[in-house]
């Protein structure tokens, strides 16, 4: 392979590790007691994401080219509503947009019919001791159609591969008169890490829960209303 070929397989290496397919700086997510009350009853419910993207490279044809095979199969799988790329003062942003389901299953497992790879999963709390008092769970998962939007990923470039566990920020409201209570660990809430937090919500609270042991494991929030 000549020099100039091998730099532009290691520039593309490089690139594609830190795009979309890797891990998201942020996603957001607001959830309101009344959609958890939807969910629960079975209705279809989706609530609103936001994910923000950071990559260190120059925006080139094959950039270009890259980002765009990956906003074609996102769209395939997930409701989007906006696919932004700006240039930032040290690389690219990429701002997504969109809608992710919000179903509930008693058993935890998700329905083959979700389209989307990730899904906010309401279950039934079957936990005992101190959490036995919390009628459900929230936990972010991956449905059955994750490895199959990894597997297209993959083919625009062997190395691309989605992060199964995402850094998220969970906005939760009540609605009405709504009372919500919620149990979770590993969490910052207000600036302040804790390693377990349990509080009655009378409005509203953002939790943000990325790092340490979310790089393996799935956010879980105890709950109920």
Not at 194 to 209: F, G, H, N, P
């Amino acid at each position: 392979m000549r020099v100039k070929q091998w730099q532009r397989f290691i520039i593309g290496i490089g690139t594609v590790l830190l795009l979309l397919g890797c891990k998201a700086d942020i996603v957001e997510t607001s959830i309101k007691t009344k959609d958890l009350h939807n969910a629960i009853a079975g209705d279809d419910v989706t609530v609103e994401f936001e994910a923000e993207f950071s990559m260190m490279a120059e925006y080139d044809d094959e950039t270009k080219a890259q980002i765009s095979a990956m906003e074609k199969i996102v769209e395939n799988y997930v409701s989007l509503e906006e696919f932004d790329v700006t240039k930032g003062d040290f690389g690219l942003n990429i701002a997504i947009e969109g809608e992710i389901p919000l179903i509930y299953s008693s058993n935890g497992e998700t329905p083959r019919s979700v389209g989307s790879p990730w899904a906010l999963v309401v279950t039934d709390n079957h936990d005992g001791g101190s959490l036995s008092s919390y009628s459900y769970k929230l936990t972010v998962a991956t449905t059955s159609r994750y490895s199959a939007f990894e597997g297209e990923l993959q083919n625009v470039n062997f190395m691309l591969s989605p992060d199964e566990f995402q850094p998220m920020r969970i906005k939760l409201k009540t609605t009405g008169d709504d009372k919500l209570r919620i149990f979770t660990g590993s969490v910052e809430v207000d600036g302040e890490s804790r390693v377990v937090y349990e509080a009655d919500v009378s409005k509203k609270i953002t939790l943000t829960m990325k790092d340490g042991v979310y790089e393996k494991t799935s956010q879980v929030i105890y709950f109920s209303i």
